[in-house]
């Protein structure tokens, strides 16, 4: 899943220097050590003859041949570790290659993922299973923002604005049946969702004219799915996993009118008819058009950016299980309704 530069820029960060170069370097430079000097000092140090001329000129070329061989060799290492920084270096995998790999064979949250320790190189290797995607003939259908409101942030000990992607395939229209059988501890949450109508290409972007760029306001669910791991994701993990997405529900939209009206969108959520939330929108995250400034420039630092016709979600009112049978619906007040059925 390596997408454009996401998967360069984690292979060469992570595998490059720490696999390969730690390897040869370690190596190699143990090696220098046997064939250097120090080895040879006490011996000579510890001999009767130590004073003699002819031992002392053995000594010298002992040094000399050592630091000779360790200077070479040191080199070598260098050369092995620093420079080559593709996919592959010295026949090891690159961070994005084997997680693609663990992916595969069902582990979306290996242990060595527990070294990834910045977002940028999580998000890049996000951006890996994003390639995968696309090579497999998927296309970009939107994208989430993650971590838009105050508790979220706190809980998580983290002041960023990750992305998600989300894929056309797996962004439905409002009435929809959605068979869960092949995704696991679904669970569905209501998010506004905005219709980009113009690529957004000014990185810089102030949220008094982010809304110039937007179609449509909808009411919108997103569909998250807890996927199976070797080890309980952590923050990073979770933004390599796409921040747990499975796929969007989006209603009828409406053109945006401005922060204020959305901000103050009264939310209500039921569960095959019997109410289970209701609530404002500025109670819970934040102010909207803030978030798709971030989330513009965030994707930009990646070489990424919105499109017309993506969808964008920007944080969640309630979240809630779910299981076969459910039938959900959400009403925002001045905006729409949104419903699906869960087989």
């Known amino acids: 899943m390596s997408k454009q530069t996401g998967s360069k820029q984690a292979g060469s960060k992570q595998a490059g220097s720490k696999q390969a170069g730690s390897k040869q370097a370690g190596s190699k430079q143990a090696g220098s050590k046997q064939a250097g000097s120090k080895k040879t000092g006490p011996k000579q140090a510890g001999s009767k003859q130590a004073g003699s001329k002819q031992a002392g000129s053995k000594q010298a070329g002992s040094k000399q041949a050592g ?32 997680l693609l790999t663990a992916r595969a064979a069902g582990d979306f949250s290996p242990a060595f993922l527990k070294g ?8 890049d290797l996000q951006l890996a299973v994003l390639g995968d995607h696309l090579r497999g003939g998927e296309q970009v259908g939107g994208w989430k923002v993650g971590l838009t409101s105050q508790a979220s942030r706190i809980r998580l000990g983290a002041d960023e604005r990750p992305f998600g992607f989300v894929l ?6 409002s009435g929809e049946s959605i068979d ?3 995704i696991q501890n679904l669970s569905v949450e209501t998010e506004m969702c905005f219709t980009v109508g113009r690529d957004i290409d000014d990185t810089n972007v102030q949220p008094d004219d982010v809304l110039d760029y937007i179609d449509t306001v909808s009411a919108g669910f997103e569909l998250n799915e807890a996927r ?47 109410q289970v939330f209701a ?8 102010d909207h058009t803030i978030s798709l400034c971030r989330l513009v420039e965030q994707l930009a630092r990646h070489d990424q950016k919105l499109r017309a016709g993506q969808r964008v979600i920007t944080g969640a009112f309630a979240r809630f299980p779910t299981e076969p049978g459910d039938r959900w619906a959400a009403r925002y007040s001045s905006i729409g309704d949104v419903a699906i059925t869960i087989m």
Do not use: Y
């Open 228 to 274: 199976p791991g070797s080890v309980r994701p952590d923050f990073f993990a979770m933004v390599t996993d796409c921040l747990t997405n499975w796929g969007i529900v989006c209603g009828d939209g409406v053109p945006p009118v401005n922060a204020e009206q959305l901000s103050s969108t009264e939310i209500t959520m039921s569960r095959n008819g019997e």
């Open 180 to 182: 869960s059988s092949a």
């Open 168 to 173: 056309a395939s797996q962004t439905f229209a």
């Open 67 to 98: 630091s000779k061989q360790a200077g070479s060799k040191q080199a070598g290492s260098k050369q092995a570790g620093s420079k080559k920084t593709g996919p592959k270096q010295a026949g090891s995998e690159s961070l994005s290659e084997r």
């Open 279 to 286: 609530g404002t929108s500025h109670d819970f995250v934040d």
């Open 116 to 123: 990834v320790r910045d977002l940028p190189t999580a998000l």
